[in-house]
């Protein structure tokens, strides 16, 4: 989520999500426009808005990074994989 205000109402933000946003216009105020049709006038410039679904953007994916990466195992023989398998096989036909 990012945290916008409305527009002459600094003192209390809200958190919107950032998929909803479907446009956003500057007329000369900064204008939303929801996913939902709803329209939403904040005090950030749109340049503000795009930075603000940057960084969520960049937050949400690094945080996926992070999640993913297994855990490193110490380098064996083997340069860290497992070792390979082996099973045993009778020469001679049954």
Request: a negative charge; zero cysteines; charged letters at 30%.
């Amino acid at each position: 989520m990012i945290t916008l205000n409305r527009l002459g109402h600094n003192d209390e933000p809200f958190k919107l999500n950032p998929d909803m946003i479907v446009t956003v216009e500057s007329t000369p105020d900064t204008v939303l426009t929801l996913a939902t049709g709803a329209k939403v006038v904040v005090a950030e410039t749109p340049d503000d808005v795009a930075q603000a679904v940057h960084e969520y953007r960049a937050d949400v994916l690094s945080d996926a990074f992070r999640r993913r990466r297994p855990e490193r195992r110490p380098a064996g023989p083997h340069g860290g994989r497992d070792a390979p398998h082996l099973a045993a096989v009778d020469d001679e036909p049954s």
